[in-house]
């Protein structure tokens, strides 16, 4: 604890209490962080211990990063060197804010926690105002940025989180640490201006890549709610193009006409080196709950050409008598093309798996159809990523930034590369992701 901090503080039993609150800071999660920001907000005293001025230890020191700052965001721009400041907006429930024009800033740690992370900054013109709308830090140079308080970025709108998750790959990219992206919302109740949607974080990628990488690799063929394997591992992915004039996860025509979109499942012993597209769309398993729950109607092992069949799905190999894999065989194996369909039992769903072990054509993809969903609900259905492979990420980038403009919600990108070793066929980089 330095000098100036136990200088300030009044009583031992404060001291113990700040220490405590400012060790506790640097362990602070996303939602940690945002609460206690909307704590800073409406905490209102007139002086804080040791009779420093309330900008120690109560309000929100945010920085509106302008269209012409330089990046990274951290760096000074002309206005700041010529003033040797940077203008700081102090956010208080009591103080009459400035004009908050820009879409998106990061956030100072206040006066207490800076100095207990030995990370204090100095103010210039500092005259112990209590309660000033504006505040101006020193500059801190060509200080390494790991060296300097910041607790958060935040947003304000749509091409805010934009800047934000930018600003955030920068940040991680020079500390490797992950700043938090916050909503700001001033006009909101009070104690609610700040929030945290773990959606809004680039490092959620990776928490998606590990869970689909995990379900790739899981053969069983029954869930532990006794549903077939489609409910609860691989994986239903579907290449869907991209370009203006539609939106990739809404359902063509054609697949409205014959209540059927072709997915393909993935899986570790389904065989496919490769999947369909060049970019598309991730459906989590169909177990998972969603607004908007899609209907399965069919399997075929092999692709089945479903875009000219009127109904989507042929007769079921049930209604066959093909119950087992030589059955199948017998009939189907030298045009699977041509295979009647499976349903999602645990026996017939793997039954759809086991007809392709060891034959050559089962390096292709296979068919799930999925009933059509209504148009432009993309908030309601179970997407899970965006995906790519080959010359695929352009076009990945477009439905990403597509779904972030009719959602605000940022969906991540994974590379797939069905050839890579284990665990590493579905992969996240930040530096994939559309900014």
């Given at each position: 604890?330095?000098?100036?901090?136990?200088?300030?503080?009044?009583?031992?039993?404060?001291?113990?209490?700040?220490?405590l609150?400012?060790?506790?800071a640097?362990a602070?999660?996303?939602?940690?962080?945002?609460?206690?920001?909307?704590?800073?907000?409406?905490?209102t005293?007139?002086?804080?211990?040791?009779?420093?001025?309330?900008?120690?230890?109560?309000?929100?020191?945010?920085?509106?990063?302008?269209p012409?700052?330089?990046?990274?965001?951290?760096?000074?721009?002309p206005?700041?060197?010529?003033?040797?400041?940077?203008?700081?907006?102090?956010?208080?429930?009591?103080?009459?804010?400035?004009?908050?024009?820009?879409?998106?800033g990061?956030?100072?740690?206040?006066?207490?926690?800076?100095?207990?992370?030995?990370?204090?900054?100095?103010?210039?013109?500092d005259?112990?105002?209590n309660?000033?709308?504006?505040?101006?830090?020193?500059?801190?140079?060509?200080?390494?940025?790991?060296?300097?308080?910041v607790?958060?970025?935040?947003y304000?709108?749509?091409a805010?989180?934009?800047?934000a998750?930018?600003?955030?790959?920068?940040?991680?990219e020079?500390?490797?640490?992950?700043?938090p992206?916050l909503?700001?919302?001033?006009?909101?109740?009070?104690?609610?201006?700040?929030?945290?949607?773990?959606?809004?974080?680039?490092?959620?990628?990776?928490?998606?890549?590990?869970?689909?990488?995990?379900?790739?690799a899981?053969?069983a063929d029954?869930?532990?709610?006794?549903?077939?394997?489609?409910?609860?591992?691989?994986?239903?992915?579907?290449?869907?193009?991209?370009?203006?004039?539609?939106?990739?996860?809404?359902?063509?025509?054609?697949?409205?006409?014959?209540?059927?979109?072709?997915f393909?499942?993935?899986?570790?012993?389904?065989?496919?080196?490769?999947v369909?597209?060049?970019?598309?769309?991730?459906?989590?398993?169909?177990?998972r709950p969603?607004?908007?729950?899609?209907?399965f109607?069919?399997?075929?092992?092999?692709?089945?050409?479903?875009s000219?069949?009127?109904?989507s799905?042929?007769?079921?190999?049930?209604?066959?008598?093909?119950?087992?894999?030589?059955?199948w065989?017998?009939?189907?194996n030298?045009?699977?093309?041509?295979s009647?369909?499976?349903?999602?039992?645990?026996?017939?769903?793997?039954l759809?798996?086991?007809?392709r072990?060891?034959?050559?054509?089962?390096?292709?993809?296979?068919?799930?159809?999925?009933?059509a969903?209504?148009?432009?609900?993309?908030?309601?259905l179970?997407?899970?990523?965006v995906?790519?492979?080959g010359?695929?990420?352009?076009?990945?980038?477009?439905?990403?930034?597509?779904?972030?403009?009719?959602?605000?919600?940022?969906?991540?990108?994974?590379?797939?590369?069905?050839?890579?070793?284990?665990?590493?066929?579905?992969?996240?980089?930040?530096?994939?992701?559309?900014?």
């Open positions: 604890m330095s000098n100036l901090l136990l200088q300030g503080c009044g009583r031992l039993a404060l001291c113990l209490v700040f220490a609150g400012t060790l506790q640097h602070l999660n996303g939602p940690e962080v945002a609460q206690r920001l909307n704590q800073a907000h409406i905490s005293p007139e002086r804080c211990v040791g009779n420093r001025a309330a900008y120690h230890c109560s309000g929100v020191m945010a920085k509106q990063v302008l012409g700052d330089p990046q990274p965001f951290w760096s000074h721009g206005d700041a060197i010529a003033r040797g400041a940077e203008r700081f907006d102090y956010l208080r429930s009591d103080v009459a804010a400035g004009p908050l024009a820009q879409d998106s990061y956030i100072l740690a206040d006066r207490f926690t800076a100095i207990g992370q030995n990370k204090d900054y100095q103010l210039q013109g005259d112990g105002m309660r000033p709308p504006e505040l101006l830090v020193v500059n801190w140079g060509a200080a390494a940025p790991a060296r300097l308080p607790q958060a970025l935040y304000r709108s749509l805010g989180l934009k800047l998750l930018r600003d955030q790959l920068d940040w991680f020079a500390t490797g640490d992950w700043l992206v909503r700001f919302d001033p006009g909101a109740s009070p104690g609610q201006q700040f929030g945290f949607n773990q959606r809004d974080q680039l490092y959620g990628g990776y928490q998606v890549a590990e869970r689909i990488n995990r379900r790739f899981d053969t029954t869930c532990p709610d006794g549903r077939s394997a489609l409910y609860c591992n691989g994986v239903i992915i579907r290449g869907t193009g991209y370009g203006t004039g539609f939106h990739s996860w809404n359902p063509s025509p054609n697949s409205v006409s014959r209540d059927g979109v072709s393909s499942y993935v899986r570790s012993d389904v065989g496919t080196v490769g369909v597209g060049n970019e598309g769309l991730i459906f989590h398993e169909l177990g969603a607004a908007h729950s899609v209907r109607r069919c399997a075929y092992p092999a692709n089945a050409g479903t000219s069949i009127p109904n799905c042929r007769a079921s190999c049930k209604s066959e008598n093909i119950t087992t894999v030589a059955a065989r017998a009939k189907y030298a045009n699977p093309g041509a009647c369909t499976f349903l999602d039992t645990p026996a017939e769903f793997q759809n798996t086991d007809v072990v060891g034959q050559g054509w089962a390096n292709g993809h296979n068919e799930l159809i999925i009933g969903w209504p148009q432009d609900i993309p908030t309601q179970p997407i899970e990523a995906f790519w492979e010359p695929g990420l352009t076009g990945a980038r477009y439905i990403q930034n597509d779904f972030l403009q009719e959602t605000g919600r940022f969906m991540p990108i994974v590379r797939v590369d069905l050839g890579a070793p284990a665990g590493a066929k579905f992969v996240y980089v930040p530096a994939d992701q559309s900014y």
